[in-house]
């Protein structure tokens, strides 16, 4: 029999949006004392808005974005469905891709209107394209935006640079976790750490991890727990092996990858940050009654 307290901390959090995956995440719930944040997507909104359009050289810049967005249909990342967004509301007509291959959270390269199209972070166009040229020197990324690569028949053709914005509540968020007990809170983000910077700057965090693999992520976890039981919180495809890592893995599930939720022990239903310092108080209000 599953016990009344465990039932009823269940439900209480459910009622707030939260998906507790069992009696087993409850209690992990009640007792986390570190958490390891994912950035894109999780501490922002991952809705980012395209600022800037810069195709490098003789690429015009709608057929630049039409290509790049047109392969983006391929992918659930958090930016390729914003890519996606910004060129139908351009009013682009998006074309079909094929042979497509994607290293989830780095990037992908397929075939678009017989064009060999690759889109992605700069590392990943880099080690795509070997030789690219100068195109992609730090100089041109402007200081803590989202740069996206994208290189047109071995070519560079541009950068697309996207302002994500930090959530609103993420800083009480942080205030309340600290409240809560949980003393010791770090950044683990894909993207890279001028970014991480920027966008974190008004929080006050333990430590930032830039430039993550997804296995590095795991590592960021498991060197955590040398500091309590940990609580990750992440969105994408590539979070899922952190997640699973994890004391307490937690997925945005309202716009997150289904692999994310899938991994985790708690999925957030509502896309807010906020639910989190409540079912962490519902599992240890049910944790008393327990006893
Ligand atoms: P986080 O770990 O903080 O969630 P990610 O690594 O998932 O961040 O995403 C941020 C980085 O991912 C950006 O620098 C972007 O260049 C790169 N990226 C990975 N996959 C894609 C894709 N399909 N389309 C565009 N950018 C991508
Ligand atoms: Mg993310």
Same mark, same amino acid.
């Not at 007509?93 to 889109?119: N, Q, T, Y």
């Not at 683990?188 to 930032?208: F, K």
């Not at 830039?210 to 309590?228: C, F, M, N, S, W």
């Given at each position: ?9 269940? /439900? ?10 069992? %009696?087993?995440?409850?209690?992990? !719930?009640?007792?986390?004392? #570190? +958490? ?8 922002? $909104?991952?809705?980012? =808005? ?20 047109? &392969? ?23 074309? &079909?891709? =094929?042979?497509?291959?994607? *290293? ?28 690219? %040229?100068? %195109? !992609? ?7 803590? =935006?989202?740069?996206?690569? #994208?290189? *047109? ?6 950068? &697309?640079?996207?302002?994500?914005? &930090?959530? /609103?509540?993420?800083? $009480? ?19 890279? /750490? ?15 991890? @830039? ?22 919180? %992440? ?24 692999? /994310? ?11 807010? +940050? ?14 008393? *009654? @327990?006893?």
């Amino acid at each position: 029999a599953v016990p009344v307290a465990i039932v009823s901390g269940v /439900s209480r959090a459910a009622k707030a949006g939260v998906l507790v995956k069992g %009696g087993r995440a409850l209690e992990m !719930l009640s007792r986390v004392q #570190v +958490l390891v944040i994912d950035k894109t997507g999780t501490l922002t $909104h991952g809705e980012a =808005s395209l600022s800037e359009l810069k195709p490098l050289d003789d690429v015009p810049a709608e057929r630049f974005l039409q290509l790049a967005a047109s &392969l983006e249909q391929a992918s659930k990342h958090v930016m390729a469905r914003a890519l996606v967004q910004e060129a139908q509301a351009r009013g682009l007509a998006l074309l &079909l891709p =094929s042979d497509v291959a994607e *290293i989830p959270g780095e990037g992908l390269r397929g075939i678009v209107d017989g064009h060999d199209v690759v889109v992605g972070g700069v590392r990943y166009v880099r080690r795509q394209i070997p030789g690219l %040229g100068t %195109g !992609l020197d730090g100089s041109r990324y402007p200081v803590g =935006s989202v740069v996206v690569a #994208v290189a *047109i028949d071995g070519r560079l053709a541009g950068l &697309l640079v996207l302002a994500d914005r &930090l959530r /609103s509540e993420a800083a $009480h968020v942080i205030d309340g976790l600290r409240r809560l007990g949980v003393n010791r809170i770090v950044l683990a983000t894909g993207d890279r /750490s001028d970014v991480a910077e920027t966008v974190t700057a008004g929080l006050s965090l333990d430590g930032v991890h @830039a430039d993550l693999t997804p296995d590095r992520k795991i590592g960021i976890v498991q060197d955590e727990k040398r500091h309590g039981f940990v609580m990750m919180i %992440g969105d994408g495809v590539n979070d899922a092996p952190a997640l699973a890592a994890a004391d307490l893995g937690v997925a945005m599930g309202a716009k997150g990858a289904a692999a /994310s939720a899938e991994a985790a022990d708690v999925v957030l239903l509502v896309d807010r +940050l906020d639910k989190i310092p409540v079912a962490i108080q519902a599992a240890r209000w049910s944790r008393r *009654i @327990a006893l």
